[in-house]
């Protein structure tokens, strides 16, 4: 397989992950809120800890 077809075999590969990941989300709208919920749950506790620290430092 050439270099050209070889891209174009990786470029549909990415492809159909996409399409079917965009399904996938489509079909499981409750999942992945409350997987974004859990995000940005774990963000804010690791932003505030870091403050913390920070401030601790500064002492």
Known sequence: MSNKQQ??????AR??????FREWRANNK???KKHNATYWEKRAKRIIAEREAKQNEAK
């Open 30 to 32: 409750d999942k992945v």
């Open 7 to 12: 891209k174009s075999v990786e470029e549909i």
């Open 15 to 20: 492809e159909e992950r996409l399409a079917y």
